[in-house]
Protein backbone atom coordinates (compact mmCIF):
# COMPACT_ATOMS: atom_id res chain seq x y z
CA UNK A 1 0.00 0.00 0.00
CA UNK A 2 0.81 3.47 -0.59
CA UNK A 3 0.67 6.33 2.44
CA UNK A 4 -0.10 9.94 1.57
CA UNK A 5 0.50 12.84 4.16
CA UNK A 6 -0.37 16.40 2.09
CA UNK A 7 0.74 19.56 4.03
CA UNK A 8 1.52 23.48 3.03
CA UNK A 9 -1.90 24.50 3.00
CA UNK A 10 -3.57 27.68 4.58
CA UNK A 11 -4.96 31.23 4.10
CA UNK A 12 -3.75 33.39 1.89
CA UNK A 13 -4.10 37.23 0.05
CA UNK A 14 -4.90 37.23 -3.93
CA UNK A 15 -1.90 37.34 -5.65
CA UNK A 16 0.35 35.15 -3.07
CA UNK A 17 1.83 31.73 -3.46
CA UNK A 18 1.81 28.64 -1.28
CA UNK A 19 3.74 25.15 -1.52
CA UNK A 20 2.03 22.20 -0.92
CA UNK A 21 3.79 19.01 -0.15
CA UNK A 22 3.11 15.21 -0.26
CA UNK A 23 4.84 12.66 0.99
CA UNK A 24 4.18 9.35 0.54
CA UNK A 25 5.57 6.14 2.28
CA UNK A 26 4.63 2.46 1.76
CA UNK A 27 5.44 0.57 -1.24
CA UNK A 28 6.27 4.05 -3.28
CA UNK A 29 8.44 2.07 -5.91
CA UNK A 30 5.23 0.90 -7.28
CA UNK A 31 4.11 4.27 -7.74
CA UNK A 32 3.43 5.18 -11.81
CA UNK A 33 1.98 8.80 -11.39
CA UNK A 34 0.99 11.34 -8.80
CA UNK A 35 -0.90 14.17 -9.09
CA UNK A 36 -3.00 16.82 -6.96
CA UNK A 37 -7.01 17.45 -7.36
CA UNK A 38 -8.83 19.93 -5.39
CA UNK A 39 -12.30 19.94 -4.40
CA UNK A 40 -14.56 23.48 -3.69
CA UNK A 41 -17.66 23.27 -1.90
CA UNK A 42 -20.45 22.16 -4.02
CA UNK A 43 -17.87 21.00 -6.57
CA UNK A 44 -16.88 17.53 -7.74
CA UNK A 45 -13.26 17.04 -7.18
CA UNK A 46 -10.97 17.85 -10.37
CA UNK A 47 -7.51 17.33 -11.83
CA UNK A 48 -5.07 20.53 -11.27
CA UNK A 49 -1.66 19.13 -12.33
CA UNK A 50 -0.64 15.46 -12.86
CA UNK A 51 2.89 13.66 -13.24
CA UNK A 52 4.12 10.31 -14.59
CA UNK A 53 7.03 8.76 -13.63
CA UNK A 54 8.91 9.52 -17.03
CA UNK A 55 8.11 12.96 -16.37
CA UNK A 56 5.45 13.73 -18.56
CA UNK A 57 3.06 16.23 -16.99
CA UNK A 58 -0.31 17.73 -17.12
CA UNK A 59 -2.27 21.15 -16.04
CA UNK A 60 -5.87 22.47 -15.83
CA UNK A 61 -6.60 25.08 -18.14
CA UNK A 62 -7.36 27.05 -15.35
CA UNK A 63 -3.62 26.56 -13.40
CA UNK A 64 -1.76 26.95 -16.40
CA UNK A 65 1.16 29.42 -15.91
CA UNK A 66 0.28 29.64 -12.07
CA UNK A 67 1.21 26.13 -11.18
CA UNK A 68 4.38 23.77 -11.23
CA UNK A 69 4.39 20.51 -10.30
CA UNK A 70 7.18 18.46 -9.46
CA UNK A 71 8.70 15.73 -7.90
CA UNK A 72 11.74 14.79 -5.55
CA UNK A 73 12.14 10.87 -6.08
CA UNK A 74 14.63 10.37 -3.26
CA UNK A 75 12.29 11.75 -1.13
CA UNK A 76 9.63 10.08 -2.13
CA UNK A 77 8.22 13.91 -1.67
CA UNK A 78 5.18 15.83 -4.41
CA UNK A 79 5.30 19.14 -4.79
CA UNK A 80 2.99 21.88 -6.18
CA UNK A 81 3.91 25.74 -6.20
CA UNK A 82 1.43 27.86 -6.49
CA UNK A 83 1.96 31.31 -7.46
CA UNK A 84 -0.76 34.07 -8.35
CA UNK A 85 -3.09 32.56 -6.47
CA UNK A 86 -6.90 33.34 -6.99
CA UNK A 87 -10.00 33.37 -4.71
CA UNK A 88 -11.48 30.83 -7.45
CA UNK A 89 -8.75 28.36 -6.02
CA UNK A 90 -9.95 28.15 -2.82
CA UNK A 91 -10.57 24.31 -2.33
CA UNK A 92 -9.60 21.61 -0.51
CA UNK A 93 -6.36 20.02 -2.17
CA UNK A 94 -5.51 16.43 -2.34
CA UNK A 95 -2.67 13.96 -3.18
CA UNK A 96 -3.38 11.20 -5.40
CA UNK A 97 -0.71 8.42 -6.10
CA UNK A 98 -1.35 5.87 -9.33
CA UNK A 99 0.57 2.52 -8.76
CA UNK A 100 0.77 -1.24 -9.99
CA UNK A 101 2.68 -4.20 -8.68
CA UNK A 102 2.54 -8.28 -9.84
CA UNK A 103 2.46 -10.41 -10.47
CA UNK A 104 3.70 -10.19 -13.80
CA UNK A 105 1.33 -12.57 -15.27
CA UNK A 106 -1.98 -11.19 -13.18
CA UNK A 107 -1.28 -7.45 -12.23
CA UNK A 108 -3.28 -5.24 -10.29
CA UNK A 109 -3.34 -1.81 -9.79
CA UNK A 110 -4.98 1.16 -7.32
CA UNK A 111 -5.16 4.91 -6.52
CA UNK A 112 -4.47 6.05 -3.07
CA UNK A 113 -5.65 9.28 -2.00
CA UNK A 114 -3.96 11.74 0.91
CA UNK A 115 -6.14 13.17 3.80
CA UNK A 116 -6.06 16.61 1.62
CA UNK A 117 -4.92 20.11 3.11
CA UNK A 118 -7.26 23.39 3.01
CA UNK A 119 -6.15 26.37 1.00
CA UNK A 120 -8.43 29.72 1.20
CA UNK A 121 -7.27 32.60 -0.97
CA UNK A 122 -9.43 35.75 0.10
CA UNK A 123 -8.51 39.46 1.11
Known amino acids: QVHLVESGGGSVQPGGSLKLSCAAS????????MGWYRQAPGKQRELVAR???????DYADSVKGRFTISRDNAKNTLYLQMNDLKPEDTAVYYC?????????????????WGQGTQVTVSS
Open 96 to 112: KAEASWGPIEAPASGDY
Open 26 to 33: GRTRSIDA
Open 51 to 57: IISRGGV
